[in-house]
Each structure stands twice: as structure tokens, then as C-alpha cells.
């Protein structure tokens, strides 16, 4: 008895599932409707980076010690934004862990 429930609320949760992922044809007609839009990406040129970590350089070397709690707070987003934009703009590869025991395993078969 336990088993044809068990069974019957299986089928009914699996059947649900394909129809509700059958009803959403409107997300693929969606996409292909809207523009693509064109990818522009700005590197920053060694001059600007130059720029960049010498204004990052000024701010550790500036005496904080006499700052209001306001320009320090300044300071800190102007640092952090300063980070965002040469992450952005600079080539890191991330590696998860799976992918990396995966490059073992392959390196160890060969």
C-alpha cells in the first residue's frame, strides 16, 4: 500500500514538473525578440593603471590619524572602487576545486 502511494505522488510530482517546464515557450521567443547587446570591454592602458595604484599608494601613505570619520569613509569607497576596476578589467582565471581534481585525474591517466 505504501509503495503505490508512494508511487502515484512520484508520478504526480514528476508529471507536474514537465508540463510546467512545457508551458514556458513565451521565455525562449522572449530572447530571441530582444537585442543582443554589443559586448564593449575597456582595458585599462599601463598608464591609467599606473595612475591607479599610485593614488592608491598616496591614500595608504596619507596620515588618517586627523580625518573626520566622513573623509575616511571616502577614502575607503574610493579604494574599493579603485579594486573593482582593475579586478574588472584585469585577466583572472578562477578555478573551483572539482576542476582541479578533475586536471589531476586526467593528468594521472595520460
Keep these: 500500500m505504501r509503495k503505490t502511494i508512494f508511487f502515484g505522488i512520484l508520478m504526480i510530482f514528476t508529471l507536474t514538473t514537465t508540463m510546467t517546464f512545457a508551458a514556458k515557450t513565451d521565455l525562449k521567443t522572449a530572447t530571441e525578440t530582444t537585442a543582443i547587446l554589443a559586448k564593449t570591454e575597456t582595458k585599462l592602458s599601463a ?35 579603485i579594486k573593482e576596476n582593475v579586478r574588472k578589467n584585469g585577466t583572472i582565471i578562477y578555478i573551483s576545486g572539482g576542476t582541479i581534481l578533475v586536471i589531476i585525474l586526467i593528468l594521472l591517466l595520460i
Design 47 to 81: 598608464e591609467e593603471e599606473a595612475l591607479l595604484f599610485k593614488r592608491v599608494e598616496e591614500i595608504r601613505n596619507m596620515d588618517k590619524s586627523e580625518m573626520t570619520f566622513s573623509e575616511k569613509r571616502e577614502l575607503r569607497k574610493e579604494l574599493r572602487g
